[in-house]
Structures are given as structure tokens and as C-alpha cells.
């Protein structure tokens, strides 16, 4: 049981450039979530999907968009990358976060780097 | 939405004394307060949690509190352990509406605990 995995780990791009985040998790949740880290920031929501074939903004989804592939795949997109989105990434699934009260599971992170 | 706000953002303890971390929150319908630890360059991991129906949890040395008439909760660790240190984050759990289910993170306390 891997949990929730991400890739990859670290990545440099260049302004302009694009790259995509890979998330998945083995635990079989309806819920998966993307949030950016910032120093000083708090953990802040960019995308969720509350379960297969829905996605939402968050509080800051400018400048990405997501795609939840299947039930274990939720994907990041960065289609123009700018050094404002110099962050760490995390990946976060849970069963249902609706009306229970389940643990947030999150991934390794991956820190990004946009020069 | 939820807004979260957490105090202090460091606090810096000697071993063996007790620390407190405390959140306030805006929305009266959240209904789960969870609390994670982030040690440095690893993922946030729950570590206690707390439903609005309880005012109280303890496990072992960490315990939460919870007012809801005030709206604020609070992290307790007594007798801390170098192996404390590490970045706290509180969230409130929406209760309701459109974002039912997501979670709202406060912007962290860097806690240091002295050998």
C-alpha cells in the first residue's frame, strides 16, 4: 500500500514552459485535492474532486487546471508557467469529504522551481 | 468561506515544558478541526483531531480543545521532546454549502523545542 504518491519530486522549468503533476493514490477515496505551500502561507487549495468525473476550484486555481483521469489519478496542469507558481505541491486524497470526518492523506510533495 | 487563523506563528520551548498553539475560525457550521505536523522536507501528517460534538480529545501528551461558541481550538503538548519541532497546522473542516467538505488550513506555528 503506496498510499499517496507524486511525480515528480523536484522539477526546474523556465518561464512560458508547461508541465503537469501526476498524483495517485491506492486507497481507493472519492476525494483528491491539489495545494500549493508557501512560506508563511499555509497550505492553500488549488483544485479538488470530490469524487470521479468532478473537479472544483479552490482558493487559488489561476494559472492551472486538473484532470481527474480515473478514481486513483488526479493531475496538475501549469500550462505557462510563471515564478509566481515557485512552490512545493502536495496531493491529498480521503474517502469522502463530505459529510464524514476522515483524515486528509497527503503525498511526498513535489517542489517545483519556475526561473 | 472559512477563514482560519492560528497563533503564534513560532514558538520556541525549553524540553519538558508544555506548548500551545491556538486557531480561530469564522464559520459556525464547520464541524471537523483536524490538526497535522509537518516536519521539515516531509509531508504533513495528521496527529489529532476533533469533531464539533466533543470539546475534548486527548492521546498521550497532545490533547485539543475546542469552544464553539467562541469558535476557537486549541493545541496542547506537554512535556515536549526535541522531536516536537516541527511546523503545526490547524484547519476547519466547511459544514456546509458548496464547498462542503473541504478543509481550510491555518498558516502554521513553527514550534522549536530546546534540549
Known amino acids: 500500500n503506496a498510499g499517496v504518491t507524486q511525480t515528480p519530486k523536484f522539477q526546474v522549468l523556465k518561464t512560458g514552459q508547461s508541465m503537469t503533476l501526476q498524483c495517485a493514490q491506492d486507497?481507493?477515496?472519492?476525494?483528491m485535492y491539489w495545494y500549493r505551500q508557501d512560506p508563511g502561507m499555509g497550505l492553500r487549495l488549488i483544485y479538488y474532486?470530490?469524487?470521479?468525473?468532478?473537479?472544483d476550484k479552490g482558493e487559488v486555481p489561476n494559472g492551472y487546471n486538473v484532470s481527474r483521469l480515473n478514481k486513483r489519478e488526479f493531475s496538475l496542469r501549469l500550462e505557462s508557467a510563471a515564478p509566481s507558481q515557485t512552490s512545493v505541491y502536495f496531493c491529498a486524497s480521503n474517502p469522502s469529504g463530505g459529510l464524514t470526518y476522515n483524515e486528509q492523506f497527503f503525498g511526498p510533495g513535489t517542489r517545483l522551481t519556475v526561473l | 468561506g472559512e477563514n482560519v487563523e492560528q497563533h503564534p506563528s513560532t514558538l520556541s520551548v525549553q524540553e519538558g515544558d508544555s506548548a500551545v498553539i491556538k486557531c480561530t475560525y469564522s464559520?459556525?457550521?464547520?464541524?471537523?478541526f483536524p490538526w497535522y505536523k509537518q516536519e521539515l522536507g516531509k509531508r504533513p501528517q495528521l496527529i489529532i483531531d476533533i469533531r464539533s460534538n466533543v470539546g475534548e480529545k486527548k492521546d498521550q501528551r497532545i490533547a485539543v480543545t475546542l469552544n464553539k461558541t467562541a469558535k476557537h481550538f486549541s493545541l496542547h503538548i506537554t512535556e515536549t521532546q526535541p522531536e516536537d519541532s516541527a511546523v503545526y497546522f490547524c484547519?476547519?473542516?466547511?459544514?456546509?454549502?458548496?464547498?462542503?467538505?473541504?478543509?481550510?488550513f491555518g498558516r502554521g506555528t513553527q514550534l522549536t523545542v530546546w534540549p
Open positions: 484547519a476547519a473542516k466547511e459544514g456546509r454549502g458548496s464547498t462542503l467538505g473541504r478543509l481550510y
Open positions: 464559520d459556525s457550521a464547520s464541524n471537523y
Open positions: 474532486s470530490a469524487s470521479e468525473g468532478t473537479t
Open positions: 486507497m481507493n477515496h472519492n476525494s
